[in-house]
Antibody, heavy 125, light 107 residues
Framework: QVQLQESGPGLVKPSETLSLTCTVS????????WSWIRQPPGRGLEWIGY???????DYNPSLKSRVTISVDTSKNQFSLKLSSVTAADTAVYYC???????????????????WGKGTTVTVSS | DIQMTQSPSSLSASVGDRVTITCRAS??????LNWYQQKPGKAPKLLIY???SLQSGVPSRFSGTGSGTDFTLTISTLQPEDFATYYC?????????FGQGTKLEIK
């Protein structure tokens, strides 16, 4: 079955760029949407954004000026870059597969059915 | 942005109890509502999508109802493995937003 695995540095300095990769195994990255979600310590979940395998993206406006999500279909991977990080960006970062199912004309259900285990990123000097 | 509010924020219950968690959206979201379960140190797990559709492999004691702005997640007969935190999430518009979570604890 499909599995997702996040990878990247666990420690990032303030003002630098956080870079994470999610590797998809057990299925092709094609024809799906893929999301990044984060969870600060002891807090709830925050959706960061998603990418379609073709490269189209949508980001949370609260992070949009600092976020870039990209996809590499040849490696079955997608990636997250978050620039100018501060301590507030310390969190567990999850990647997830985002299913799109048509409900009504021009209306689609979206739900995240497979998640990676998450990777902890700490922002500290 | 759509705000999602869950109640209660925490709940104590016993094995065998019937439990209901409520989620309210700040605007109408039809049935674009998902429920996730998260255990400590683990990733969230999808339970219910489209307000009432049970994800494959999820026990039938979990059920979801609602439309518009008000939704519920019900666990019919609590099992020991159900003690966790539950989140609702709307997918009607971006940015996708989650409720603050409901922590279900053993009484």
């Amino acid at each position: 079955q499909v599995q997702l695995q996040e990878s990247g540095p666990g420690l990032v300095k303030p003002s630098e760029t956080l870079s994470l990769t999610c590797t998809v195994s057990g299925d092709s990255i094609n024809n799906y949407y893929w999301s990044w979600i984060r969870q600060p310590p002891g807090r709830g979940l925050e959706w960061i954004g998603y990418i379609y395998y073709s490269g189209s993206t949508d980001y949370n406006p609260s992070l949009k000026s600092r976020v870039t999500i990209s996809v590499d279909t040849s490696k079955n991977q997608f990636s997250l870059k978050l620039s100018s990080v501060t301590a507030a960006d310390t969190a567990v970062y999850y990647c997830a597969r985002d299913i799109r199912a048509q409900h009504l004309p021009s209306y689609y259900y979206y739900y995240m059915d497979v998640w990676g285990k998450g990777t902890t990123v700490t922002v500290s000097s | 942005d759509i705000q999602m509010t869950q109640s209660p924020s925490s709940l104590s219950a016993s094995v065998g109890d019937r439990v209901t968690i409520t989620c309210r959206a700040s605007q109408r979201i039809i049935t674009y509502l998902n429920w996730y379960q998260q255990k400590p140190g683990k990733a969230p797990k999808l339970l219910i999508y489209a307000a009432s559709s049970l994800q494959s492999g999820v026990p039938s004691r979990f059920s979801g109802t609602g439309s518009g702005t008000d939704f519920t997640l019900t666990i019919s007969t609590l099992q020991p493995e159900d003690f966790a935190t539950y989140y609702c999430q709307q997918s009607y518009i971006t940015p996708r937003s989650f409720g603050q979570g409901t922590k279900l604890e053993i009484k």
